[in-house]
């Protein structure tokens, strides 16, 4: 696979593997919006042009579209270039993650990669491009990469020295100030099963406030809060769970509490991390990989490997359409394979190894994160042998209203179980709303145990 030459000193090599962090120059940070996108990608086409050049994203929705519909597709007319399979998949071998290589192996009749036309869509609010730009000269990594300061609203590190930056701009990539999700999840057996499990959310992006400050940040120390409560089956209803995570997480881990219905008492939770079983998720995912990585790094040493053009699940709105019923994407083995658009697209490739005497089911994730958006779009995941676990993939889109890129559905398959589950089916419900206002009183334990009665 081709790779994109970024680490050109000694010094920049030293920097990726360790994980420290430096400030970039004035000189740098004004290549932001010039041969860089404001969120630090490459603006110009790849060599070939099959990458075009980004100019702006999409800014204006399609005609017709209003908030709160389920966001239509602007490229239905677009026609599949081809399509790889694990019998032609060598001829594509550059352009795929290991991960996705082990899928059409695991998968040779019924997993396929339908590639379109790659269109750069993602894009964001003035306000996050000028934060953005004024955090590459301030923002910092703090405790050993365990938290940052010196950063709002923006990406912190929008011309990455290493791994740990590129992942704290995944975490803290923009996604709004806040919003209400209506959704669910499917946990199909082998055979294809499934019950399929109600969620409302909730999230408050602290971080993301159009008047948010580094330094207000650095003293409250919350970068979101988040809530989740389950709302069926019958058995699971009332069932629920409030994070507030943390800027600083050495001076404050993430705090976590649980509503249990049956008991009807709220809970400290301070196992929501790590591997610790993700909700009503049957084992197949571990709760630092909701939203493809979440939480503390400092159980893993990182590292930047540099960039890669690959193919990467994009514009996602087929999968999105409210069109579709949930037995229309949850099969056996995998999901639907002809409801899901493939891209090439340039990412970042970062590394993550176990540190020794540290536990955890992964003992290596690498991970692909999109250049133009910071969301992490493909992971793998290695066992303690060395061998592959897990794939999980994240489907994005462009939420027109906000705007911003941001998954509609993420995948987690288990390659030894040959099972998977689907985090983000809203194909049957309301969609999100960022427009609704949420205020601090709204994540209080107390809030928790109104909410779960």
């Known amino acids: 696979m ?12 030293a920097l990726a593997s360790v994980g420290a962090s430096a400030k970039i120059s004035s000189q740098e940070a004004a290549k932001l919006g010039g041969e860089l996108t404001p969120m630090g990608a490459v603006k110009a086409a790849n060599a070939d042009g099959s990458i075009p050049a980004w100019n702006g994203g999409i800014t204006t929705p399609p005609a017709g579209y209003t908030p709160g519909m389920h966001h239509p597709d602007p490229f239905s007319g677009d026609k599949i270039l081809y399509t790889v399979t694990n019998a032609n998949k060598e001829q594509y071998k550059d352009l795929l993650t290991p991960g996705v290589s082990k899928m059409l192996a695991t998968y040779p009749d019924t997993y396929k990669l339908d590639v379109y036309q790659t269109r750069r869509t993602a894009s964001y609010p003035k306000y996050v491009y000028d934060a953005t730009k004024a955090n590459a000269t301030t923002a910092e990594l703090v405790q050993d990469g365990n938290g940052i300061k010196g950063a709002a609203i923006g990406v912190p590190f929008p011309v990455p020295a290493n791994g740990l930056e590129v992942i704290w701009n995944h975490i ?3 996604r709004g100030v806040s919003a209400i999700r209506n959704g669910g999840q499917a946990v199909p057996t082998a055979d ?6 109600g969620f409302d959310e909730s999230i408050m992006l602290d971080y993301s406030k159009p008047d948010a400050t580094a330094k207000e940040l ?5 970068l979101f809060r988040f809530k989740q409560k389950i709302t069926e089956p019958a058995r699971l209803a009332g ?5 507030h995570e943390t800027m600083d997480q050495i001076k404050q881990p993430r705090q976590a509490w649980t509503y249990n219905a049956g008991q009807r008492r709220v809970r400290r939770a301070p196992n929501v991390a790590y591997d610790a079983p993700g909700s009503a998720a049957d084992g197949l995912r571990t709760t630092d990989d909701f939203d493809m990585y979440n939480g503390a790094p400092d159980r893993y040493t990182w590292k930047l490997k540099g960039k890669k053009e690959i193919l990467i699940p994009y514009n996602s709105y087929k999968l999105h359409s409210d069109s579709l019923q949930y037995d229309d994407i949850i099969k ?10 493939w891209e090439k697209h340039r990412v970042w490739e970062v590394e993550a190894e176990l540190k020794d005497g540290i536990s955890h089911v992964y003992k290596k994730r690498v991970f692909y994160i999109d250049e133009d958006s910071w969301q992490v779009s493909i992971a793998d995941m290695y066992d303690n042998r060395d061998e592959l676990y897990r794939v999980a993939v994240a489907y994005g889109i462009n939420y027109y209203e906000i705007p911003t890129h941001w998954s509609t559905l993420e995948v987690y398959y288990d390659l030894n179980s040959r099972r998977y589950i689907a985090i983000g089916l809203d194909n049957q419900e309301d969609m999100y709303d960022f427009q609704t206002e949420q205020q601090e009183r709204m994540y209080t334990p107390a809030a928790l145990r109104r909410e779960g009665k």
């Open 218 to 222: 650095e003293e409250s120390n919350i």
């Open 332 to 341: 056996p083995g995998h999901i639907a394979t002809d409801v899901v658009r």
């Open 192 to 197: 294809g099963d499934y019950t399929y499990i």
């Open 172 to 174: 803290l990539r923009y």
């Open 239 to 243: 069932t629920a769970l409030l994070v």
């Open 2 to 13: 081709k790779k994109i030459t970024l680490l050109t000193s000694a010094l920049t090599f």
